[in-house]
């Protein structure tokens, strides 16, 4: 390879590492299941994720099995005071 075929080489590098930075998200799924003290599922019970930050709210529905889950859910750092 001469200089020039080294410096393209080195350019697509750079350019394909800042591509893949700016593609990081955080992002995460939350997952439980609703039982009574007795450990018995509760189905159609109404869950709610909220971020404190933005106020922003989601529901999930727990199905027959007493599962509820919150897929692809923006993860967002936060301090405490």
Same mark, same amino acid.
Request: hydrophobic share 40%; with cysteine.
């Given at each position: 390879?001469?200089?020039?075929?080294?410096?393209?080489?080195?350019?697509?590098?750079?350019?394909?590492?800042?591509?893949?930075?700016?593609?990081?998200?955080?992002?995460?799924?939350?997952?439980?299941?609703?039982? $009574?003290?007795? $450990?018995?599922?509760?189905?159609?019970?109404?869950?709610?994720?909220?971020?404190?930050?933005?106020?922003?709210?989601?529901?999930?529905?727990?199905?027959?099995?007493?599962?509820?889950?919150?897929?692809?859910?923006?993860?967002?750092?936060?301090?405490?005071?």
């Amino acid at each position: 390879m001469n200089t020039r075929q080294h410096l393209v080489a080195i350019l697509l590098l750079l350019v394909s590492l800042c591509v893949n930075a700016a593609a990081q998200d955080s992002r995460g799924s939350i997952n439980g299941k609703i039982t $009574d003290p007795q $450990d018995a599922v509760l189905p159609g019970v109404t869950v709610t994720l909220k971020n404190v930050a933005t106020n922003v709210e989601v529901t999930s529905v727990t199905n027959s099995d007493g599962n509820y889950s919150f897929l692809s859910w923006r993860l967002e750092s936060t301090q405490s005071p």
